[in-house]
């Protein structure tokens, strides 16, 4: 079973709360919302997209690329290394 299907409920809801900070631009940009607000509102959706970019990711990598089998997996580390990589980039 894929991770997204898994998790398929809690990414579902994230995306539906992305959209409605969109449609929260899309009404400040017709309201004509100062410049600073519609900013505001656009880094908001950025941090969001990447937040749920960073958990599918996160969620492929240890899905598809550990043993969750293995007592001793010897990618561990590596494993570890690139998500705390990845948390940090996406942030």
């Keep these: 079973m894929s991770h997204t299907i898994r998790e398929k409920s809690k ?3 994230r995306s539906k709360r992305i959209r ?4 929260a631009i899309e009404r ?3 309201t004509e919302l100062g410049c600073e607000q519609v900013m505001h509102l656009i880094a908001g ?3 969001a997209v990447n937040g749920l970019l960073s958990e599918v990711v996160e969620d492929h990598v240890r899905t ?3 043993d969750r089998n ?3 997996d010897p ?3 590596a494993i570890e290394q690139l998500v705390g990589l990845l948390r940090t980039y996406y942030k």
Excluded: F, S, W
């Design 45 to 47: 959706v950025r941090g």
């Design 20 to 23: 409605g900070q969109l449609e």
């Design 75 to 77: 990618n561990a580390d």
């Design 64 to 66: 598809h690329l550990t």
């Design 11 to 13: 990414l579902i809801n």
């Design 70 to 72: 293995a007592i001793d």
């Design 28 to 30: 400040a940009l017709e």
